[in-house]
């Protein structure tokens, strides 16, 4: 099961980095070459505190998270509570109405 999340406001990965003691890059190094080659291609990236992990969608040419996805059983309630704090953000889960309304405003 996943679950998708979006912030109400652009949040910068590279500024997350810089002030996060908490989050870093996984390089899924242990990935087929297929896998991984699209995995790069299409931007995505996948952030962990070590033991759980997110995936990230960019807007295009930018490093400003467009959506986060949660896959399996993780819990990523402490990367998104530090995603929020650093971004000065809310995060909606795609089972919130803000989360609806926030994909109608950008479809619009």
């Given at each position: 099961?996943?679950?998708?999340y979006i912030t109400d406001n652009p949040v910068s990965l590279s500024k997350i980095l810089e002030e996060s003691k908490l989050i870093k890059i996984h390089?899924?190094?242990?990935w087929s070459e297929n896998d991984y080659q699209w995995f790069n291609d299409n931007g995505n990236k996948i952030i962990t505190d070590g033991k759980n992990y997110l995936w990230l969608g960019f807007y295009i040419n930018t490093d400003l998270?467009?959506?986060?996805?949660?896959?399996?059983?993780?819990d990523p309630?402490?990367?998104?509570?530090?995603?929020?704090?650093?971004?000065?953000?809310?995060?909606?889960?795609?089972?919130?109405?803000?989360?609806?309304?926030?994909?109608?405003?950008?479809?619009?």
């Open positions: 099961m996943s679950t998708n390089d899924p190094i242990d998270i467009s959506v986060i996805t949660r896959y399996n059983s993780n309630e402490p990367m998104l509570e530090e995603i929020a704090r650093i971004g000065k953000t809310e995060i909606y889960s795609e089972h919130d109405d803000e989360y609806q309304e926030m994909q109608i405003r950008e479809i619009h």
